[in-house]
């Protein structure tokens, strides 16, 4: 009996012993592993500026329980992966500590890492694909001290004529453990590739310099925040030039390349942050100027606007350094480039909802449409309507006061002046569904009950906002459909409980119009407006079915994404009441969610907004 005990106790050693841990592959980052227990291991990592990165392999873990702390990171829930492609998080129970991860393994073998990896070869393959598309030029500026290549991704339409388009540059990964902004990045390159009208239109004004990683040897080698070298190469942008390091070098003469042709209009530098939020570094006026403080404000907005994982309350702002990019453009180009440090946390943004690779995606999408915005590009499926083109009828003053208006200006008409307006024409558009969204300044001067009219093909809708609320953003206003092509105009009416802000607009193309199937059949079905709307955290949801039919009731944001299905069944003839409660999805943000009723031959959208 003593033997059999014996016997069994040195094969589960054995067993337990054969756990190992390493980091030998591309981007890996481990130090020291110790044990005292072989169930409880302590991990270090190599540091440079820090050490919150690590990514290494566990092996022989396959039904064994183990617990290890990196101690000298600052991860909240680590991510892991049985093949090292997709990834997911460690669940709250598996990770009850920061730094901290404990689970019994499915599988022989187990990567874990920081956030989801986005290594050097993963690159070239994401780059061997992109190349294939014809919008798409791959060029090397130039090779690091370990013979790396710092890779430009250009993204235009190679038909138009190149002189008068707007260059943008967007750079990434110049700290290497921050890959979270890789994601982000490809966010932007997925949306610039897509076949749209919007899209194709963007990609005839602008070319897009795009550098995926602007420190490939620290991402190579494993490192948290330099290069292979220990050097931090977001702070050698103002370094002697015999003292500036290659990458920098490689990218200054890049840059310099493309503002002696036409100096750039936007720089993003994207990064990641620890913080569970994103932000924008925004500089201070005092280190700027008025101008270019108001401007960043603009940009910052445009991208907030619209998007449920990153608010104004998120930005943050700091005096302009003259050794980060950021600051060799201004002391080179001032207030010509819009340049910003945009980062993007690791675990949680400030809506609660934990970071994934696909709402980095849609990080990288708002991105690209916040751009065009801010140039002001306007496509009759994204049309933008600045009050410069505005119809003006009263006293209408120009205004520059403040950080949450559009453009060059906004206008104000005082109160009382009731029988003044300002009248906004698209141009004839095309037959389809559109969403009408307005901009303001705020101001508790402003009126509460400002008066829009929206026509559309003889339609009228007649709304009421508050203009003391929701500056600095696009707020839905209505759902228009033309059935043939036609114009939409917006008049902003004087008001007497306040100022006026005549401002902004932005139209958006949804889809096919839809009138001919309700003019068909509205005796059969009816979509009825929410209530309470706006709401918090719940309201009801109710549509009438004069026959039974299969029907189902689907709920989106703002970027067309499905938040649920709330009804997916066959229905029985009469009145239907479902209860959409916000709290049931991850702490929805702010902002205008949309519910759309389908059967076999109906098909009908309403906006609803969502207040907190």
Request: aromatic share 14%; net charge negative; charged share 20%.
């Amino acid at each position: 009996m003593f033997k059999t005990v014996l016997i069994v106790f040195y094969i589960q050693l054995i067993l337990t012993a054969q756990i190992k841990f390493d980091a030998d592959f591309e981007s890996g980052n481990l130090n020291t592993v110790t044990t005292t227990d072989s169930v409880n291991y302590s991990v270090t990592t190599k540091t440079d500026i820090g050490g919150r990165w690590f990514y290494f392999r566990i092996t022989c873990v396959k039904d064994k329980f183990i617990s290890v702390k990196v101690t000298n990171s600052d991860v909240k829930r680590a991510m892991f992966s049985y093949d090292d492609k997709t990834y997911q998080r460690f669940s709250a129970a598996e990770s009850p500590a920061t730094n901290v991860f404990q689970k019994t393994f499915e599988h022989d073998t187990v990567y874990v890492a920081y956030y989801t990896p986005y290594n050097y070869s993963l690159l070239q393959e994401r780059i061997s694909s992109w190349e294939k598309n014809s919008f798409v030029e791959i060029d090397t500026l130039g090779f690091t001290d370990r013979g790396f290549p710092i890779q430009e991704i250009r993204i235009t339409d190679p038909i138009t004529p190149v002189d008068d388009k707007y260059r943008i540059w967007i750079h990434a990964r110049t700290h290497p453990s921050e890959t979270p902004s890789s994601w982000h990045f490809e966010g932007i390159i997925k949306k610039l590739l897509i076949d749209n009208d919007v899209i194709d239109y963007y990609r005839k004004k602008i070319v897009f310099y795009l550098i995926p990683f602007t420190n490939p040897d620290g991402v190579y080698y494993g490192r948290s925040r330099t290069n292979y070298d220990y050097i931090d190469v977001e702070r050698s942008w103002d370094d002697p030039e015999d003292q500036t390091i290659n990458e920098v070098k490689i990218l200054k003469a890049r840059m310099q390349e493309i503002n002696d042709e036409k100096v750039m209009s936007v720089f993003l530098n994207l990064h990641s942050q620890a913080s569970p939020y994103c932000t924008f570094w925004i500089h201070t006026a005092q280190s700027t100027s008025d101008y270019f403080y108001r401007r960043e404000y603009q940009f910052s907005n445009l991208n907030t606007s619209d998007n449920p994982y990153f608010v104004q309350a998120d930005y943050r702002e700091s005096a302009l350094q003259k050794y980060f990019p950021e600051g060799w453009l201004w002391n080179n180009h001032g207030e010509s480039v819009m340049a910003l440090t945009y980062e993007t946390p690791y675990d949680r943004y400030s809506n609660n909802v934990w970071v994934t690779n696909e709402n980095l995606y849609e990080l990288g999408y708002r991105t690209v449409y916040a751009i065009a915005e801010y140039l002001e590009l306007s496509h009759p499926k994204h049309l933008i309507l600045d009050n410069k083109y505005a119809f003006l009828n009263g006293e209408w003053n120009s205004s520059t006061v403040g950080l949450e208006f559009y453009s060059d200006d906004y206008l104000q008409l005082a109160a009382g002046n009731t029988s003044s307006s300002a009248v906004f024409m698209t141009g004839t558009l095309e037959p389809g569904k559109y969403d009408v969204y307005g901009w303001w300044q705020t101001d508790l001067a402003n009126s509460f009950n400002t008066r829009f009219q929206i026509d559309a093909n003889g339609s009228e809708t007649i709304l009421e906002k508050t203009q003391r609320l929701n500056g600095g953003q696009w707020n839905f206003l209505t759902e228009v459909e033309l059935n043939t092509s036609g114009e939409i105009k917006i008049t902003v009416n004087g008001s007497s409980s306040g100022t006026v802000v005549a401002d902004a607009f932005r139209i958006i193309y949804r889809g096919a119009a839809t009138k001919v199937a309700l003019q068909e059949m509205p005796e059969n079905i009816e979509l009825l407006q929410n209530y309470p709307n706006p709401f918090n955290p719940a309201t009801t949801l109710s549509f009438k079915l004069k026959e039974g039919t299969k029907v189902q009731l689907r709920i989106f944001n703002t970027l067309g994404q499905l938040i649920d299905i709330l009804v997916d069944n066959e229905l029985s003839a009469g009145e239907h009441k479902v209860i959409f409660d916000s709290r049931k999805y991850s702490k929805l943000a702010s902002g205008i969610y949309y519910y759309n009723l389908t059967t076999g031959s109906f098909s009908q959208t309403k906006a609803m907004v969502l207040t907190k």
